[in-house]
């Protein structure tokens, strides 16, 4: 039960904590088109993300894969922006219109996975079971981000249904903070 405990603590961590600002705007940029009625498909969406992240810890930690943390950390920001600007480009905001979003939380998912993977790596003894560290710290990361979903769809709540933003400004405005945000990551973080 301490590993569980450890490890939950840790993907919690991940996720909610000003060293996770990147996987925060990710989560932003990605729940910014979605309102509160669509609270179950950005739940599907964060969990498809998290089976990306948790795949790629998973070979990681069995040392199937390895990437430069150099270039995992500049990839980072570019998967904020590309689906904050994906978010410029929706004219439906149906979900049938957004089922790219579940290819893109996946996809990038695995991404973000590479960047916690060395971290993880370290954590675990080479003779441990990862199957419990591994899950334990995927609930505390679902859960964290889930959290910050609820936020998001509580605030687009306020502002486009109760105060009467129309809708695509409020897209539009959180996906152009998560894009100068990113911008400045990637900066900072150019690999050469």
Known sequence: MDDFGLYFKTGWQHIISWGALDHILFIIA??????????KQVLVLVTAFTIGHSLTLALSVYDVIRFSGKWVEFLIPCTIITTALFNFFVKNYQPKSLRVNYFLALFFGL???MGFANTIRFMLAK????????????I???VGQIIIVGVILFVSYLVVNKAG???????WSLSAI???IA???VKNRWPL
């Open 183 to 185: 911008l400045g990551m």
């Open 178 to 180: 998560a894009v100068m």
């Open 127 to 138: 003779d441990q079971n990862i199957a419990i560290p591994l899950i334990s710290f995927n």
């Open 111 to 113: 991404i973000h996975g």
């Open 30 to 39: 990605l729940a910014a088109i979605y309102l509160a009625t669509n609270w």
């Open 165 to 171: 933003l129309i809708r695509k400004w409020w897209v």
């Open 140 to 142: 505390g990361l679902e």
